[in-house]
C-alpha cells in the first residue's frame, strides 16, 4: 500500500528529445506527487509537484501527468538537455511522509 | 549557509562501532526527516520529527538505530554496534512544516557512511 514504482530504470536520450519517466501507486489516500532530481554526490532537489485534483501542471520544460483513476503519474523532460542528466524520483504523500520510487538515472547525450 | 547542513560527509568505520551522524536543519523549518540511500537505491524512509518529537519513527530498521531532535534544530542519527548492510548514504532533509502541509523537503548532501 506504501510502495511507489517507478520505471524505467535508466533512461538515454538524444538532446533535444522528450524524456518520460513514469510512475505508479496503490495508496489512494496518497495528497502529493513530487518530483525530485538529484545530481551526484547532492541531494535530492524539489523539480516538480502536483496535488490529485488536477491532471497536469506544466513549469517550463517539465510537467507533470496525473491519473487518478489509473493511480498513474509521469515527467515529462521537454527539449532534454545535457545538464538534465541526474538520477529523478517521484514520490507520494499523505501527511508527513514521502514515499519515494526507485529511481531513474537519465542520460542526455549531446 | 541556508541550506540544510550535514556532518560528517563521508565515515569509514569497523563493524561493531557506534557512529553518531548530525543534521543542522535550514533555521525555522519545524519538521525534519532523515532517510537512506543504498546504491543505486531509492530513499528509504526512516523518522520523522515535529519539533523534538517524533511522530513516525517506524522506518527506523532495529533497535540498533536511533535518533534525537534537541532544541528544535539540531538532530543526531545514532547507529550501534555497525553491520556491514548500514554501509549507505544517509539524507537529513527539513521543511517548514509537517503533517498534512510538508510541502517541499530540502535535503543535505548526505553522511556518507561505509562499515568495513
Known amino acids: 500500500q506504501q510502495q511507489v514504482k517507478q520505471s524505467p530504470q535508466s533512461l538515454i536520450v538524444q538532446k533535444g528529445g522528450i524524456s518520460i519517466i513514469n510512475c505508479a501507486y496503490e495508496?489512494?489516500?496518497?495528497?502529493?506527487f513530487p518530483w525530485y532530481q538529484q545530481f551526484p554526490g547532492k541531494g535530492p532537489a524539489l523539480l516538480i509537484a502536483?496535488?490529485?485534483?488536477?491532471s497536469e501542471k506544466k513549469e517550463g520544460r517539465f510537467t507533470i501527468s496525473f491519473n487518478k483513476s489509473a493511480k498513474q503519474f509521469s515527467l515529462h523532460i521537454m527539449d532534454s538537455q545535457p545538464g538534465d542528466s541526474a538520477t529523478y524520483f517521484c514520490?507520494?504523500?499523505?501527511?508527513?511522509?514521502?514515499?519515494f520510487g526507485e529511481g531513474t538515472q537519465l542520460t542526455v547525450n549531446p | 549557509g541556508a541550506g540544510v547542513s550535514q556532518s560528517p560527509s563521508n565515515k569509514v568505520t569497523e563493524k561493531g562501532k557506534d557512529v553518531e551522524l548530525r543534521c543542522d536543519p535550514i533555521?525555522?523549518?519545524?519538521?525534519l526527516y532523515w532517510y537512506r540511500q543504498s546504491l543505486g537505491q531509492g530513499l528509504e524512509f526512516l523518522i520523522y520529527f515535529q519539533g523534538n518529537s517524533a511522530p513516525d519513527k517506524s522506518g527506523l530498521p532495529s533497535d540498533r538505530f536511533s535518533a534525537e531532535r534537541t532544541g528544535g534544530s539540531v538532530s543526531t542519527l545514532t547507529i550501534q554496534r555497525t553491520q556491514q548492510e548500514d554501509s549507505a548514504v544517509y539524507l537529513c532533509?527539513?521543511?517548514?512544516?509537517?503533517?498534512?502541509?510538508?510541502?517541499?523537503?530540502?535535503f543535505g548532501e548526505g553522511s556518507r557512511l561505509t562499515v568495513l
Open positions: 495508496n489512494t489516500a496518497f495528497d502529493y
Open positions: 502536483i496535488r490529485p485534483d488536477v
Open positions: 514520490a507520494a504523500s499523505r501527511g508527513s511522509r514521502l514515499t
Open positions: 532533509a527539513s521543511s517548514l512544516f509537517g503533517g498534512s502541509n510538508t510541502g517541499e523537503l530540502f
Open positions: 533555521s525555522g523549518h519545524t519538521a
